[in-house]
């Protein structure tokens, strides 16, 4: 079984139809949230993400952008885009955000599950190994893949040790390039295949990931998109400028 993960697309179109374009072969997509929230096409990416799958986990964005709460925490430029992305949501698409499934959930056994932000809390941002520990720790999942950060990676232990994981990458910035991490028996992993439509590690390429459970193999990926397209949109929509410009930087 081959799952393609994406996470965070955060109605970015351009970067979701690169990413479909350049994905390898794969059975299931399994979409770890924020569908919606910062980009310009929330109506279209939801069509595009519907049709690919049935494995979904809540955002945030999703919850906060569908009148479920949480804008109120957010910051004055995410709080305007959520009302903006409420506001030309579809009915239909309302409530189809409205009734996706809080994480963890299993798509395929115990021994993998799938949240946004963390298996203990699906608001929590696992940034660092001291973040991740409780999780890792607890986890009932082998492999826990999550999002909500924007940075492609994650952590892993072997009971005794603790570890960060991160692809590393060579060619240009302008390159689609892939990076290879195989998964060792009797280790835990929390994964993150990255963000679709608004990565913040510094590389402003789309990310993503493939697991291979037979090979027992994770990929994650990046590839350019049509990134002038994306900032024109959120221009010409009214969106603050910053969540065009932030595109560029990878922040
Ligand atoms: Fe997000």
Redesign the pocket.
Known sequence: MRALLV??I?ANLEALEAVLAAAPPHDVVWNL??IV?YGANPNEVIDVSRRLGQIFVR???DRACSGLGGIEEFNPIAQRAARWTEAVLTGDHREWLRHLAAGPIAPDGPQVSCVHGSPLDEDEYLLTVRDAWPSLHDAQAHITFF??T?VQGGFATNGDEWFRLAPRYSGSRGDAVEFELPLREGARYLLNPG?VG?PRDGDWRAAFALYDDAQRLLTWYRVPYDLREAQQRILNAGLPDRLASRLREGR
Request: glycine share 28%; no cysteine; proline share 0%.
């Open positions: 996470s965070d955060h949230g924020d929230g955002g945030n964005h999002g909500h924007h963000s608004q």
